[in-house]
């Protein structure tokens, strides 16, 4: 159960379950909660800043959207403002109290995936955030880490989320 944001959405996932289960559907297990597995994220985490593939971001939403970017640059991509500041930059925005998120350093800008219905698909690999400001693992790393420890090599998604598949594919 995907129930990250659930504080925003409180009770839809419970909902959802009590609508398949009136329409007859039925699990072998329990279902799982997100919510329920943030040391699972964290040890992913963790070997990523082992190996240097993180690093903390302290921009804003808004930061981010009125950032410079090159013309190319796709709207809304991180353009990468706290990847390479200094540790006495990185201090200052420390002391301004803002808790930073936790951004993966990916070293690709795209990535290309093999969707079944829409064929080979290459998207946007930005250094997206793998653990939000309050300490929230993010939903793309949450999905890869969930699906990798139950085993899950092939996902079914919503068109919606097609653009977020190269992503976590990279991240897989």
Do not use: M
């Amino acid at each position: 159960i995907e129930d990250l944001d659930d504080r925003a959405h409180e009770g839809v996932a419970r909902r959802q379950l009590d609508d398949l289960a009136a329409i007859g559907a039925t699990w072998d297990e329990e279902p799982q909660w997100q919510s329920t597995h943030r040391e699972r994220y964290d040890t992913v985490i963790g070997d990523l800043v082992d190996r240097g593939l993180v690093y903390a971001c302290f921009c804003s939403r808004k930061d981010i959207l009125n950032a410079p970017r090159a013309p190319h640059a796709p709207e809304g991509a991180y353009p990468g403002t706290c990847r390479t500041i200094t540790e006495t930059q990185r201090a200052a925005k420390q002391d301004t109290g803002r808790p930073p998120a936790l951004r993966l350093r990916a070293e690709v800008t795209e990535h290309t995936i093999t969707d079944l219905l829409h064929g080979p698909y290459t998207g946007l690999v930005d250094d997206f955030v793998l653990r939000r400001g309050d300490g929230v693992a993010a939903y793309n790393l949450a999905v890869v880490v969930d699906d990798e420890h139950s085993g899950v090599d092939q996902v079914v998604r919503g068109d919606d989320l097609l653009a977020s598949s190269p992503r976590q594919a990279f991240l897989a």
